[in-house]
């Protein structure tokens, strides 16, 4: 349940590398369109000129600030958002991703800001030793760390050392009313998909933690059996190509060729209407390495549409197995195969698994919980940071800070 604000609301900050199409990009554009105004006043800092998502943000006029790195290593980017803090007297800053959390860390202690948050949007992953020493380093500008999955809050916990008492974890939240059931003949035949073919997508941006590989084995097989199935691939490389996602694209336009699969194929880049992909589709499949809370599995299910997802992170707290889709072991093409067959040629078990997934994400994903979550956890952090003033003990600190 909301509180009654007792005070004006508190303007916030979210800052982030790009509003590019991703995960963590989406769930920020979210929070700031649903969270309570009367609570608080949310605004997004792009590190980048390159927004994208920024159409879908309400009010961007207003609360959309960009501060645009001029080079890779752009230090003028810490004063210029302490500008900014400063100007919004702003009371909480949070930084998604890694230049955007160093950068909100520093400016949020340079600009005095109350509340500094991070965040942690996957697990598992490589870090690099700039990196590492970066995080170390600036740990103790943090006051508290939100991790969208358990996975990645232990990770935190075990890489850079942060307490577990530092944690919160919020699953991400998705907007049931724009991801819902939708007969999507009309698209279908846009497409120029038969209506006696079968669909099965892939909604995740070309890079390595994705997997692409397992995906397009396990559909090289699937189309011995089935071979009226068509392969629906939404996403694209990263923005710039960072984090090698060109040279991963590449690869699999390579892979796709050797398998011979290419005319099975709708390769449809970033959309705008990713709702309205969903219900193209009879299933989808999300083969990753690692994840934190991912997106597409939520907005599929919503949409009414089994997902088929390796075990992997908090996979299995998101998907229920056997009810709203399958899980499969990392790695295992036999078992994607036979799980993705048996869906396509069972109707009544994938409607049966597609409304059980609707009413999953309706009552445990839904955006208002996940926003209500986290406005809870910025209000309880920041009536500790006042009991502590009021006791003389200042704001609490885990490690040193560079500035």
Not at 20 to 26: I, L, N, P, V
Not at 95 to 122: M, N
Not at 172 to 178: A, L, P, S
Not at 359 to 377: G, L, N, Q
Request: charged share 25%; hydrophobic share 40%; proline share 4%.
């Amino acid at each position: 349940m909301s509180r009654r604000p007792s005070h004006p609301p508190h303007p916030l900050v979210m800052v982030i590398s790009t509003l590019e199409y991703g995960g963590a990009q989406r769930q920020v554009v979210e929070l700031a369109n649903h969270i309570d105004p009367a609570r608080f006043d949310a605004h997004i800092c792009s590190l980048s000129d390159y927004v994208p998502l920024a159409d879908r943000l309400v009010g961007r006029e207003r609360r959309l600030h960009v501060i645009a790195k001029k080079w890779k290593y752009d230090v003028t980017v810490i004063p210029r958002l302490a500008r900014l803090l400063h100007q919004l007297k702003a009371d909480i800053v949070q930084g998604y991703l890694f230049d955007a959390e160093i950068a909100s860390r520093l400016a949020g202690r340079l600009a005095g800001t109350p509340l500094i948050v991070g965040s942690e949007r996957s697990t598992n992953y490589h870090l690099k030793r700039r990196q590492l020493i970066a995080y170390r380093l600036t740990r103790g500008c943090m006051d508290l760390l939100i991790a969208n999955s358990n996975a990645g809050a232990q990770f935190d916990c075990r890489m850079l050392g942060y307490h577990p008492s530092q944690c919160r974890v919020i699953h991400n939240g998705v907007d049931t009313e724009r991801f819902r059931p939708h007969d999507e003949q009309a698209l279908r035949r846009e497409l120029g998909i038969d209506d006696r073919e079968y669909v099965v997508g892939m909604f995740a941006s070309f890079k390595q933690p994705k997997n692409h590989p397992l995906f397009f084995g396990a559909a090289r097989r699937v189309l011995q059996s089935l071979p009226q199935t068509r392969l629906l691939l939404v996403g694209d490389d990263l923005y710039g190509g960072i984090l090698g996602s060109d040279e991963y694209k590449r690869d699999m336009d390579r892979l796709v060729d050797e398998l011979n699969i290419r005319e099975r194929c709708l390769f449809l880049g970033n959309r705008q209407d990713v709702d309205r992909l969903y219900g193209v589709c009879d299933m989808t499949v999300l083969t990753s390495l690692f994840e934190g809370t991912p997106n597409a599995a939520l907005e599929s299910m919503a949409c009414g549409v089994p997902v088929i997802a390796t075990r992997v992170s908090d996979n299995a707290q998101i998907i229920p197995d056997g009810r709203a889709g399958y899980l499969v072991p990392l790695g295992d093409e036999d078992s994607l195969c036979e799980r993705i067959c048996q869906l396509l040629e069972n109707s009544d078990l994938r409607r049966q698994m597609g409304e059980e997934a609707r009413a999953w994400v309706e009552s445990e994903f839904a955006i208002a919980r996940m926003v209500d979550k986290t406005a809870r956890v910025y209000e309880d952090a920041l009536d500790n940071l006042d009991v502590a003033k009021d006791d003389g003990k200042g704001k609490q600190s885990t490690g040193g800070c560079l500035t």
